[in-house]
């Protein structure tokens, strides 16, 4: 029974289980407020050293207590008190102490306990009991005072755990554990606890996780945590929920010594003396609101700091728990399966009413209010301060930024609008509404991202956020290996790494490269039928499908290539991994665009010994022959122009044109929009709405994985229950603890971290910065592209906070001091977005596309310098 084997209640730490009297006392007394709580409180006031070995003999019986039953609480009062004086009387007496000195409290309690009872008696719908149907399935709210979660998994046959496979060098396994470099006082962990493990090469499985998980529980409560634990509803799976009082002595103790930052009260401010521009007496204001100041956690002025939020009670216990032992080798050890912040429901309701639902229609026509919802423009402001203290400020800066980009590319995008409509109307003014909206492009991509900079050092002040340290929470990975730190080995694979982005990078070029040659080849072929059409008719959807695959595969073998770096932490590892994703996708995304607007033009020649010739081959025969004498005329001589033809070199007589030609009907009537032209504006806009479908897929898979996952659960605990004799129709299988759980549909929920359905912070950035550079280097071809990517924001938005909301597992709350290496990311976008800009009007555009090369060069170098002055500005 090391970790849950056999029958009867589990027992984590290889105890027995009780007798079934035993059992039945200890579900009355949890049916009143769970008997961890009530175990306890009978000798609340009693002394230290009865406190601590009740606490230990009665380890055994209050571990995996179910979740009461609602049947259980109508039982009568006056037995179910009597049951849990006598389990705490069997408790004390197996540790062979006498309380006699204690009756009069422990009966002062219980009288205090039967009017809490009849008080509780009316809340049952309420908090740890309370049923809710979330996706469809019915489930206990089991949430109760639980700040995280951890999971183990059971041996076979419940579980995964092969208790009989064996663990070699089981100390050193266990100093990687237990042993942390930044705490100092974890060296005396391994002095106790582990007498079995000396001198031996290899022990079980089994007996190795039952020391290691005897000790984490140990010293999970030895730090203050309150621990209980419970089954999963298939017997797979041990949950043991820690708890930290948010007002509690520990939580403080702990503030003070990690120096955690906490704002001051207004209370604070009343001996404060004016100074300056400063009023005195009370905090800074910024448009009404206090901005208060942050300094490290001091209990001797506790009194004077602000209260604990449930995101700072989650980061201060996670700090904690990395200070005692390492969870990153608890993970590769397989001790534990998952490891996870408790998202309240009664959280994740007010987060969903006032984020997700417009308040008007939350009462009378909530989907409906969901709904609408989506177009509504995301402020960057309103609900951050919510989202922060639910997700942390990480995940607030990445959501305040996303709010601020659509915000003002829905400015971009009525000018964009306006200026389309200018050339729908008026097909001459396309060049130089082309040339405007570059310069609406580069002060506005300029504009948002100072404007955004200075609101983020706002944000950062407002939040205590500051020159914000993570090193507290900054991991070493477990697979680090500090022996090949400095190495020429390690040396080596850093330069394979970067040669294999290289090597990924030239395949997409030649994948590329091989779809617009077939494509030419079909339209160019005297006989389609032996050709084929596919290509040609297709070719653009083969294309922004070669996107999205080549930009998947490489997330695959983008954090592959990034672990052989080596990299200590985690954070250093997301920096790296950020770097390199967002190079190779964004080069993959702007190829194909960047291969049109420059390359295909000098690198696709269609060559004959006639223009007319190259007339036919490069419209089609078909096409071409149906042309009457005069349009036949019209076209050639907008195709002889030196813009699109020239004298072949490789033969003494013949004519080319060049990869960019004027479409038919553009040549007819000196257009001049060519084939590059149209298939830009078409791929662009195809793009966007297949990343607004594959966005959907993303966030409607998940839901339903996790439904599944539920399903799955729940027929194998049936399954079981049948196989115990349990009948569940008559209910009989839930009331033997065969329910599904809130905190178990928590774990089943996809994590927040890279590669994960749930999303991650790096990917949902990546795409946004996709779309970034889509419109600021390529939205003066196209500038109702502008609007296309407003309405797909809004839709973005909604859905990413619908998914962070009720699909994504809560992730562990980070702080920040802003979005980090993304606004280097950006940065680098709107300075390339200027040179491909410059190269749009100086070498593409009419009129300098038909200017020497000499004056294109210096209207390059003219109009680089003013767009980079107006950057600077």
Not at 516 to 539: C, D, I, M, V, W
Request: charged share 20%.
């Amino acid at each position: 029974q090391a970790f849950g084997g056999g029958a009867g209640i589990p027992a984590l730490r290889g105890l027995s289980s009780p007798s079934p009297s035993g059992r039945q006392a200890q579900a009355a007394g949890a049916a009143t407020f769970g008997f961890t709580a009530s175990a306890r409180g009978f000798i609340a006031d009693s002394s230290a050293a009865v406190h601590s070995r009740v606490d230990k003999c009665s380890a055994a019986m209050h571990n995996y207590i179910p979740v009461p039953n609602k049947d259980l609480l109508d039982g009568n009062l006056q037995g179910m008190t009597d049951n849990m004086m006598s389990v705490a009387t069997d408790s004390l007496n197996r540790v062979g102490m006498d309380f006699s000195h204690d009756v009069k409290e422990i009966k002062q309690d219980i009288k205090h306990m039967k009017k809490d009872f009849k008080e509780g008696c009316a809340l049952v719908s309420s908090d740890d009991i309370a049923e809710v149907t979330f996706l469809g399935q019915n489930m206990r709210i089991d949430d109760d005072n639980a700040t995280i979660v951890i999971v183990f998994p059971r041996a076979k046959p419940y579980g995964v755990v092969d208790a009989s496979g064996l663990v070699h060098k089981p100390l050193q396994q266990a100093y990687k554990i237990f042993e942390r470099q930044h705490n100092l006082a974890s060296s005396e962990t391994m002095n106790e606890g582990f007498e079995t493990f000396m001198h031996m090469e290899s022990i079980t499985q089994g007996h190795f996780q039952k020391v290691v998980r005897t000790k984490l529980l140990e010293l999970l409560r030895k730090s203050g945590f309150k621990v209980s634990t419970f089954e999963s509803v298939d017997k797979d799976e041990i949950f043991a929920k820690v708890s930290l009082d948010s007002q509690g002595e520990v939580i403080k103790q702990l503030a003070q010594r990690f120096s955690y930052t906490m704002p001051f009260t207004e209370e604070a401010y009343k001996d404060v003396r004016p100074h300056g521009i400063y009023q005195g007496r009370k905090p800074m204001m910024r448009y009404g609101k206090p901005v208060p100041a942050y300094a490290p956690y001091q209990l001797e002025i506790s009194h004077l700091m602000g209260e604990f939020r449930k995101v700072d009670e989650i980061r201060i216990a996670e700090m904690q728990l990395h200070a005692i032992v390492s969870v990153e080798q608890l993970k590769a050890q397989g001790i534990i399966s998952n490891f996870f912040a408790v998202a309240r429901h009664s959280e994740i309701q007010a987060l969903h009413k006032q984020w997700l639902q417009v308040a008007c229609l939350q009462e009378s026509w909530p989907k409906l209010a969901t709904v609408t919802k989506i177009f509504e423009i995301p402020h960057y402001g309103t609900k951050s301060g919510l989202v922060r203290n639910f997700f942390g400020e990480e995940i607030a800066f990445f959501f305040r930024w996303f709010a601020y980009y659509t915000q003002h590319l829905g400015y971009l995008g009525c000018v964009g609008l306006f200026l389309w409509a200018i050339v729908y109307s008026n097909e001459e003014a396309r060049d130089l509404v082309h040339i405007l909206f570059s310069a609406v492009l580069v002060i506005w991509a300029t504009v948002f991202n100072q404007v955004f900079r200075n609101r983020m050092a706002r944000a950062q002040q407002d939040w205590g956020m500051k020159d914000y340290e993570t090193a507290c929470l900054s991991l070493d990975r477990a697979d680090y290996n500090p022996e090949t730190e400095g190495s020429w080995k390690q040396t080596g694979k850093r330069f394979v790494s970067y040669l294999m982005c290289a090597c990924f990078c030239i395949s997409f070029i030649a994948g590329i490269s091989f779809v617009e040659e077939r494509k030419r080849e079909q339209l160019e072929a005297e006989h389609p039928h032996e050709s084929g059409t596919f290509f040609k008719q297709h070719g653009s959807m083969i294309v922004v499908a070669m996107i999205k695959v080549w930009s998947i595969a490489w997330g695959y073998i983008a954090p592959v290539l990034v672990a052989m770096q080596n990299h200590r932490t985690q954070d250093r590892f997301d920096d790296a991994l950020t770097g390199v994703l967002a190079g190779v996708k964004i080069f993959v995304t702007l190829w194909n665009f960047v291969y049109l607007a420059f390359i295909k033009n000098v690198t696709s020649p269609t060559c004959a010994d006639s223009l007319d010739e190259v007339a036919s081959l490069i419209w089609g025969p078909a096409r071409w022959h149906a042309l009457n004498s005069t349009e036949q005329m019209s076209a050639l001589a907008e195709l002889a122009t030196p813009v699109f033809s020239f004298n072949s070199t490789r033969r003494t007589t013949g004519v080319c044109a060049f990869g960019c030609y004027p479409v038919l009907q553009s040549a007819i009537h000196s257009g001049g929009e060519t084939n590059c032209y149209q298939s830009l504006r078409y791929e662009l806009v195809m793009f966007f709405f297949v990343h607004i479908a594959y966005t959907v897929a993303f966030l409607l898979w998940p839901m339903i994985k996790v439904k599944i996952d539920m399903w799955t659960e729940l027929r194998k605990a049936r399954s079981q229950a049948a196989e115990a004799g349990i009948d569940d129709a008559t209910g009989e299988a839930e009331r033997s603890g065969y329910y599904y759980s809130w905190l178990q549909f928590l774990a089943k929920c996809p994590s927040y971290s890279y590669g994960s359905w749930g999303g991650s912070r790096i990917e949902d950035f990546l795409e946004c910065a996709i779309g970034y550079a889509l419109i600021t280097c390529f939205g003066i071809l196209y500038p109702a592209l502008a609007a296309f990517a407003f309405f797909g924001n809004l839709v973005e938005y909604r859905l990413l906070a619908y998914r962070m909301t009720h699909v994504t597992c809560r992730p562990l709350p980070r702080g920040a001091s802003g979005i980090g290496s993304w606004q280097w990311v950006l940065e680098t976008i709107s300075q390339t977005a200027i040179i491909v800009n410059v190269c749009l009007i100086a070498f593409v555009m009419r009129p300098m596309r038909s200017q020497s090369r000499w004056h294109q060069f210096g209207m390059f170098i003219l109009l680089e310098h003013i767009l980079l002055g107006i950057r600077y500005l």
